[in-house]
């Protein structure tokens, strides 16, 4: 399995544009997750989706981000307009099942710089 | 709301020497507990699992021990290697079905060849 694919690897934009990060999660796999991290604030978990059904999006910072899921095979992560403020590394995760031994599989993240 | 800290946040040891990363949790009430690896530039790889009916778990020279009551696991790294070298994150799962993970800034490891 190619394991999580994230798009694109390292975005650079300018302030006031429009972002959007993509993610394919494992195959089979009906859990999945968008994380950012920062240097001081660490990880943090934006949002979640189970069955492509948004489960806990409140660690979205503000109304300027959005995620979907449209299908069991993308979801998208969105920020419009974009903010300095924003830069930083965000990684989609994916799992099968819900019991308390499955892990999350991490892409390798989508670094943002927003200038 | 979880916080998850770990100490130290860097450690610099020579070549097979064993040592132990720290990590603490004010909420007491997880589902699991993960310690993952993280090299620069890429994701994270789970290293070990903790359930939270579980005291410890071992995979080659990792074992990680769990305490919830009181709110602590700790990573044994035996024999350590230059390979080692990355930054060992922790992180705890809610109970009550919550999904999502909540991670301490990690500890970054350096191991002198």
């Known amino acids: 399995d190619a394991g999580v694919i994230q798009s694109p690897r390292h975005e650079v934009t300018e302030m006031g544009q429009e972002v959007t990060l993509r993610c394919k999660p494992i195959s089979g796999h009906n859990s999945l997750f968008w994380y950012r991290q920062t240097m001081m604030r660490g990880l943090e978990l934006l949002i979640y989706?189970?069955?492509?059904?948004?489960?806990?999006d409140s660690g979205m910072p503000e109304d300027r981000f959005s995620a979907k899921m449209p299908n069991a095979s993308f979801s998208t992560l969105k920020i419009q307009p974009s903010e300095p403020r924003d830069s930083a590394v965000y990684f989609c995760?994916?799992?099968?099942?819900?019991?308390?031994?499955?892990?999350?599989?991490f892409g390798p993240g989508t670094r943002l710089l927003v200038l | 709301k979880q916080e998850v800290t770990q100490i130290p946040a860097a450690l610099s040891v020579p070549e097979g020497e064993n040592l132990v990363l720290n990590c603490s949790f004010t909420?007491?009430?997880?589902?699991?507990l993960q310690w993952f690896r993280q090299d620069p530039g890429k994701g994270l790889t789970s290293l070990l699992l903790i359930q939270s009916s579980q005291r410890e778990q071992t995979s080659g020279r990792l074992n990680a021990s769990l305490d919830k009551s009181s709110g602590r696991s700790t990573l044994y790294i035996a024999a350590s290697q230059p390979g080692d070298s990355a930054t060992y994150l922790c992180?705890?799962?809610?109970?009550?079905?919550?999904?999502?993970?909540?991670f301490g800034k990690g500890t970054h490891l350096i191991i002198q060849p």
């Open positions: 989706f189970n069955n492509n059904v948004p489960i806990d």
């Open positions: 992180a705890t799962r809610r109970g009550g079905g919550a999904d999502g993970l909540t």
């Open positions: 909420d007491s009430a997880i589902y699991n």
């Open positions: 995760a994916s799992k099968t099942g819900t019991s308390n031994v499955e892990t999350q599989y």
